[in-house]
């Protein structure tokens, strides 16, 4: 075991060896050629910053991902060295403490050894030379096992040197063969091939760095794009909420316009109650003018009567008739008055019920047409809104989708420009491998354009996309501007419309008090030509006063109702306004409650994404880890089964051993001093041959049970 160790040790720092010395002769030839050719761009003057003797160290222009590549090869095979060093340090501890463990084992087996021998020096005689006879079959054994135990230490030992001589002289004629590619035509040739190489890299470095300004460039153009995006949406957002100010202002019109119609609808509806109590006013008037005709025709037929009675009396009453005959003329004028009256009252009551219905129509239509056009300009305002929101959804989304890519980017270039200065700093140390080496740094150049033209693809189609995003967003301001334009028209049609709805009601008010006036001064003539009639028939008047009484007090019962009804509707009112203005309060909570909602919810994905990617990226390690301790368990069952096999053939021989022992102590009692000198001898020996067989043994032992202890 430890000649193996010895050996794959000395490989491996050969192995180790060979790369270096090609990369410092490397090292050597590029700090020439730096020397030669000066650096194609250099930094600026006046920079108080330090800079390493090794220019295409510091400078970042003259980085490729090839070599950030190379450095992390080498940092791989560093840490592979640190833990090969590692595994064979423990593993020289762990030989340390088997040889210890070894050595005591060897002082017990001794202690035993010479305790049996005691034992059986203390045997009476006679049974020893009984027992003398059959220690010779068991020293011919012994001797045998001790041959092949001797036999198989030496036979390894020997292929182990000869292992190690055979791998001393193939890294000696590996050398010279080293030395000889140095100075062949081969090794002329590589550094030939190195130099275009060095050339061509040089060359690509300088186009990485205009593609790399280019692209720096094209980054800043994208920032003031997404700058001017960013202005454009809050732009459209202040559109949005001047939008809905204005429609919030359209509302609180429209429920003003709704109470100017309940209240207009509410005067109305007096204004009727004020006309059937004319007419029912006029009616009874009717009735009394009736009862007036009837008690005239009465008085005229009493009249008749008296005159015929009374035309003896003629003489005597010549003045009677001739005050009767003006009395009479009297009551025929207030006829004709109280007709003309009647017909004025007539026509009167016609054009107040044409002015209602025509009120009534004009306020329906005017009321169906507003409320027409407040639901359209709802309808489509509701669905610009929501075209508006969907589109700037979409294009934050957009955004932070360009945004994460851009963060990429500057990632990646970060990344890459860290991996390039450590190439640089390492490089100059370590250098570049062989020729496969350069084969494949070659392969790796042609992937890195492969993806560098991938990459100028992807951001030209993300130019062009951005310029259709942009033309688009044009069009929808374009098309916005002119639906608000459009809906500002609607809005002034609208107000005009109001206006003349108002003005044509405002006229409506005015004919209406025109025909109050016009009625109040038909009630003066009536009551005129009433007072007359009173004057003239004082019979009557005790029944008019008390009709006059009873018409008054259910006046003032209908008033009293009507006054309690519009009490009772303006309580109404109020309610209904405290119940929208509730509704308006809860709809407005409500709308910030699901706004706050939606922000958790949307932090709440966001860090469960981040989560995700964490616990992949944990299981993906996990398994990792997980498939090199399956390896290594499976590495230790064989281990521990062959240590297992081993240890069961030494159980055996032992047994064989043993059962040979005890059938054979009736012949060691004859041969006892023959014995013990064989057996010191026989110590003697196996104690060499002995430790080393218990030396690999229990070293397997040991890993096996370690592995175990691993598995629990």
């Known amino acids: 075991m430890v000649t193996t160790t010895i050996v794959s040790s000395g490989g491996l720092a050969v192995r180790h060896l060979m790369p270096r010395v090609t990369v410092q002769r490397l090292n050597t030839i590029l700090a020439a050629y730096q020397t030669k050719y000066p650096l194609l761009e250099q930094n600026k003057q006046g920079e108080n910053a330090k800079v390493s003797d090794i220019p295409w160290v510091a400078d970042k222009s003259l980085m490729s991902p090839l070599l950030a590549e190379y450095d992390a090869n080498i940092n ?21 403490k088997l ?3 070894n050595s005591k084992l060897n002082k017990d087996l001794k202690n035993i050894i010479e305790g049996q021998l005691k034992d059986v020096s203390s045997i009476p005689q006679s049974v020893a030379s009984d027992y003398q006879v059959e220690t010779a079959v068991d020293d011919q054994v012994l001797e045998n096992f001790t041959a092949s135990v001797t036999n198989g230490t030496t036979g390894k030992k020997d292929a182990a040197m000869n292992m190690l001589q055979e791998s001393v002289g193939e890294v000696e004629r590996l050398e010279r063969a080293l030395q000889l590619q140095q100075f062949g035509p081969e090794h002329q040739t590589l550094e030939k091939h190195l130099d275009q190489i060095k050339q061509q890299y040089g060359r690509t470095v300088a186009e990485l760095n205009n593609e790399i300004r280019a692209l720096h460039e094209e980054l800043s153009i994208s920032k003031n794009e997404l700058k001017i995006a960013q202005n454009q949406s809050i732009q459209l957002r202040k559109t949005l909420e001047e939008l809905r100010k204005q429609l919030s202002l359209q509302e609180h019109e429209i429920v003003e316009v709704e109470g100017d119609k309940r209240t207009i609808d509410a005067k109305a509806g007096i204004l009727k109650k004020r006309g059937l109590t004319l007419e029912t006013r006029l009616k009874r008037a009717e009735i009394e003018i009736t009862q007036l005709q009837h008690d005239n025709t009465c008085l005229e037929q009493r009249i008749a009567e008296l005159q015929r009675r009374n035309v003896e009396y003629e003489e005597k009453a010549y003045d009677a008739s001739l005050k009767l005959k003006d009395n009479l003329l009297i009551v025929d004028a207030a006829r004709l008055e109280k007709e003309e009256a009647l017909q004025r009252e007539k026509l009167a009551n016609e054009e107040i019920s044409r002015l209602q219905q025509a009120i009534s129509t004009l306020l329906e239509e005017a009321g169906s047409r507003t409320r ?3 639901d359209l300009v709802r309808e489509q305002c509701n669905k610009n809104l929501t075209s508006l929101m969907e589109e700037l959804h979409h294009l934050e989304m957009d955004n932070s989708e360009k945004q994460v ?7 990646e270039k970060r990344s890459a420009e860290a991996e390039l200065e450590k190439i640089y700093k390492e490089g100059m140390i370590e250098g570049q491998r062989e020729k496969t080496s350069v084969d494949e740094l070659s392969k790796r150049a042609c992937d890195a354009e492969r993806r560098r033209d991938e990459a100028l693809v992807k951001m030209e189609t993300m130019q062009s996309e951005m310029k259709k995003m942009e033309m688009t967003l044009q069009q929808e301001k374009i098309h916005l501007t002119a639906e608000v334009e459009q809906l500002r028209d609607r809005l002034k049609i609208m107000n005009h419309e109001f206006e003349l709805a108002s003005e044509d009601r405002i006229k409506l008010t005015e004919k209406i008090d025109e025909l109050q006036r016009k009625m ?12 007359e009639s009173t004057k003239q028939i004082t019979c009557l008047e005790k029944d008019y006063k008390h009709k006059l009484k009873e018409y008054e007090v259910r006046i003032q019962a209908t008033e009293d109702a009507h006054r309690k009804a519009m009490m009772e509707l303006r309580q109404m009112l109020q309610s209904q306004q405290r119940m929208s203005a509730k509704w308006k309060e809860e709809c407005s909570s409500i709308t910030a409650k699901f706004e706050a909602k939606i922000s958790d919810l949307r932090e709440q994905c966001r860090r469960e994404k981040q989560r995700t990617q964490e616990l992949t990226t944990l299981l993906r390690e996990s ?11 499976a590495e230790y069952t064989r281990n521990i089964q062959r240590l297992e ?4 053939e030494t159980g055996n021989r032992v047994s064989f051993g043993h059962s040979r022992l005890v ?3 009736n012949d060691i009692v004859e041969e006892r001093k023959q014995l013990k000198l064989e057996l010191e001898r026989g110590l003697r020996e196996s104690r060499l041959s002995f430790g080393q067989d218990q030396e690999v043994t229990h070293g397997h032992y040991t890993n096996g049970i370690s592995g175990e202890a691993e598995k629990l």
């Open 76 to 96: 791989l095979m560093r840490n592979q060295l640190e833990t090969f060093q590692i595994k064979q340090k423990e593993l020289q501890n762990e030989v340390d």
């Open 99 to 101: 040889v210890c463990e």
């Open 372 to 374: 027409q056009e407040v």
């Open 405 to 411: 890519q851009i963060d990429r980017a500057i990632r």
């Open 520 to 531: 109040v001064k038909l009630q003066q003539e009536r009551d005129a030509a009433h007072r």
């Open 623 to 633: 398994r990792d880890k997980t498939a090199e301790i399956e390896n290594m368990l």
């Open 645 to 648: 096999e081993r240890i069961r």
């Open 663 to 665: 059938h054979s102590q």
